[in-house]
T-cell receptor, first 114, second 115 residues
Framework: DAMVIQNPRYQVTQFGKPVTLSCSQT?????MYWYQQKSSQAPKLLFH???????NEADTPDNFQSRRPNTSFCFLDIRSPGLGDAAMYLC?????????????FGPGTRLTVL | AQKITQTQPGMFVQEKEAVTLDCTYD???????LFWYKQPSSGEMIFLIY??????QNATEGRYSLNFQKARKSANLVISASQLGDSAMYFC????????????FGTGTRLLVSP
C-alpha cells in the first residue's frame, strides 16, 4: 500500500545532541511537510518542500532544518534539541499545493529530550 | 488570516449513538476547503472527510458526514453509530484554495465512546 513512513517511531536524545528524523513516501507526491505537535495541542507547521523548493514558516526556530534529497525522502534535523522541543513530529505529503489536496500523514515520531 | 475554533475539549457518547463535533471557522476568502482528521492515541492523523466551500451538498464518507453551514461558518462533523474504535482526538482544519495550501488546525476535541 502506498503510504507515508516515519522512522523511528520513538526517539530519545540528550539536551543539545543533534538528532535527525526521517520520513519517506511511496505516494510520489510533490509536497512534503513537517509538523510539530506538542502534548494536547494542534499540529504546527514547521516547513514544507514543493519538489526541491524549501519553504520555512516565519516562526520556525533556526534550530530546525530540513533536507529533501529526492522525491521520496525528507529529513528533519534538530541541531541542538532543548527540553521544549520534546513533541510528536508529523510528516505529511500532498499531491500539490492547491486547495482540496488532502494531506496524508505518517504515524509520527515521538521525540523525548533528556 | 484563517482561524478554526473547536469549543468542545471533550465529548462522551455511548456506542451505537450519533455524535456531533463542532467546528467554526473564520476567513474572508471565498474559496477554501475544510477537513476533519482523526488522531488515535498512536499518533497518526487519519483523514476523514473534506468539504469545499463551493460544494453544494454536504460531504459524506461512510459513517461520517459534514454538516456545512456556510452562512454560519460552521463545519460540524457527525459520526453515526459510534464504535469503540472511534475514541480519539478529532481535529477540524481548513486551507485556502489560492496560493499555498497551509492547513490551519483547531485545538481538537477528544471523543470517548463508552460501551
Amino acid at each position: 500500500d502506498a503510504m507515508v513512513i516515519q522512522n523511528p517511531r520513538y526517539q530519545v536524545t540528550q539536551f543539545g545532541k543533534p538528532v535527525t528524523l526521517s520520513c519517506s513516501q511511496t505516494l510520489n507526491h510533490n509536497v512534503m511537510y513537517w509538523y510539530q505537535q506538542k502534548s494536547s495541542q494542534a499540529p504546527k507547521l514547521l516547513f514544507h518542500y514543493y519538489d526541491k523548493d524549501f519553504n520555512n514558516e516565519a516562526d520556525t526556530p533556526d534550530n530546525f532544518q530540513s533536507r529533501r534529497p529526492n522525491t521520496s525522502f525528507c529529513f528533519l534535523d534538530i541541531r541542538s534539541p532543548g527540553l521544549g522541543d520534546a513533541a510528536m513530529y508529523l510528516c505529511a505529503t500532498s499531491r500539490g499545493l492547491a486547495g482540496g489536496n488532502e494531506q496524508f500523514f505518517g504515524p509520527g515520531t515521538r521525540l523525548t529530550v533528556l | 488570516a484563517q482561524k478554526i475554533t473547536q469549543t468542545q475539549p471533550g465529548m462522551f457518547v455511548q456506542e451505537k449513538e450519533a455524535v456531533t463535533l463542532d467546528c467554526t471557522y473564520d476567513t474572508s476568502d471565498p474559496s477554501y476547503g475544510l477537513f476533519w482528521y482523526k488522531q488515535p492515541s498512536s499518533g497518526e492523523m487519519i483523514f476523514l472527510i473534506y468539504q469545499g466551500s463551493y460544494d453544494q451538498q454536504n460531504a459524506t464518507e461512510g459513517r461520517y458526514s459534514l454538516n456545512f453551514q456556510k452562512a454560519r461558518k460552521s463545519a460540524n462533523l457527525v459520526i453515526s453509530a459510534s464504535q469503540l474504535g472511534d475514541s480519539a482526538m478529532y481535529f477540524c482544519a481548513m486551507s485556502l484554495n489560492t496560493g499555498f495550501q497551509k492547513l490551519v488546525f483547531g485545538t481538537g476535541t477528544r471523543l470517548l465512546v463508552s460501551p
